[in-house]
Structure formats: C-alpha cells, structure tokens
C-alpha cells in the first residue's frame, strides 16, 4: 500500500524566505509523485509531477522538488517566497495510476 | 480543451433533502475520482469510478451515498437524506489512464446543509 506523509500543516515564512514544504511517502514500488496547490474556494492545480525521469523536478511558479530514493522523500522548495505563493498544498504518491493518495495538506502563510 | 466541470458550484440543503452533484471529466477521460473536503482538512478519497462501473467505494459511506459514472452524461454523486456534517467541499477529478499522468481537478461543489 501506499501513503503520503506531509509534516507541519502550517507553515510561515516570510516574504523572500526559502519556502521548504516536507513530504515523506511510502510504497514498495517506484512511485509517481505530485505536488498540487490549492487556493481558496478553488480545485487542486498541479505544481510538478516526477515520474522516474530527473530526480530534480521543475514546476510552475518557481517551484521544484527532488526526489530522493533513500530518504523516501519528495520535499517541495522555493528559493523566494511569494506573497502569492500562500496557499494549501497537497502531495500525491501512485503506482499503477489508478489510486492516488494525497497527504494531509500544508497551509503555507508568507509574512509581508 | 474544456477542464473538468462542476456543478453545482454552491448547493444549499436542509437536513433530509437530497443533493445531487454533477462532474463533467475532461474531454477523452474516462475515469473519474470523488473527494470530500472538510474546512481545515485534506482531501478525503470517496469513491473512484470508470464508465459504467464503479472501481472502488471504500472512502464512501455505506449509507446515503452513491455515485454513478454512466455511457453517456456527467458522473454524479448523490447524497440522500442529507445531514449538517455533509457539509463540506467535494471534487471530482477526472484521470486520462495513463499511469505517470495527473488528476484534473475540478473547482469543486461546496454544500451546505441547514
């Protein structure tokens, strides 16, 4: 079975600040990773997606993730934040792509 | 290429009614996911359909819930006898197949039951 582990469902940073959003998953088969965004009163909008390709994945609005196999981990990092960037944001872990399973979710605030 | 639609964007209910909620998936998808959202919580997977069957229930309640992916038409999900704690946000999410390919979310039906 698989799962997604994301810690800290609030995060602060300030305005400029590295964001660093943490995602740990499970699963005995190499997975599919995602990493949705959600602003208020809207669906989920994907950020970036790894899919055994480069293990530095590069998304919209600045965003990257790596994913890194012996840390079974797949963190979501921005060098600066944006006040537009405050939002939740959700990850993804599948396998055979039929069943997805989405961690908890980060509330992330920027500080002007 | 049109996104996956919803609808209701807003459904207001009272206790005991039924609600129906309606997801269109993208043009070519034929699977499809239901969420609930609660305020302040993640998605919670209720049911996954593909055309005509249902693939797995196991996020929905046994009781006054139900969903249908027919031929032809939107999926719905329909919530029977509808009570306060059915309020949430529930999206729907349409998937091409493919296994590296992502979910389409739709902006989501909010319910509100009085």
């Known amino acids: 079975a698989q799962s997604v582990t994301q810690l800290g469902s609030h995060v602060s940073v300030s305005e400029g600040a590295l964001v660093l959003l943490r995602c740990n998953y499970s699963?005995?088969?190499?997975?599919?990773l995602f990493w949705y965004v959600q602003y208020p009163n809207q669906g989920l909008q994907l950020l970036l997606k790894?899919?055994?390709?480069?293990?530095l994945v590069k998304g919209i609005n600045g965003f990257e993730a790596e994913f890194k196999k012996s840390e079974t981990s797949f963190h979501l990092t921005k060098p600066s934040a944006h006040m537009s960037d405050a939002a939740e944001y959700f990850c993804a872990v599948t396998t055979a792509g039929n069943q997805f399973y989405f961690g908890t979710g980060t509330s992330l605030t920027v500080i002007p | 290429n049109a996104g996956v639609m919803q609808n209701p964007r807003h459904l207001v209910r009272r206790r005991g009614q039924e609600a129906r909620l309606r997801c269109s998936p993208m043009?070519?998808?034929?699977?499809v996911y239901w969420y609930r959202q609660l305020p302040e919580e993640g998605l919670k997977f209720m049911v996954y359909l593909q055309k005509e069957n249902i693939i797995d229930e196991s996020g929905m309640p046994k009781e006054r819930f139900s969903a249908e992916f027919p031929k032809e038409g939107p999926s719905i999900l329909r919530i029977q006898q509808v009570v306060r704690g059915d309020s949430a946000a529930y999206f729907c999410a349409s998937w091409p197949g493919q296994p590296q390919e992502t979910q389409y979310f739709g902006p989501g039906t909010r319910l509100l039951v009085l």
């Open positions: 790894y899919t055994s390709a480069a293990t």
């Open positions: 043009k070519g998808h034929s699977h």
């Open positions: 699963s005995s088969v190499p997975p599919y």
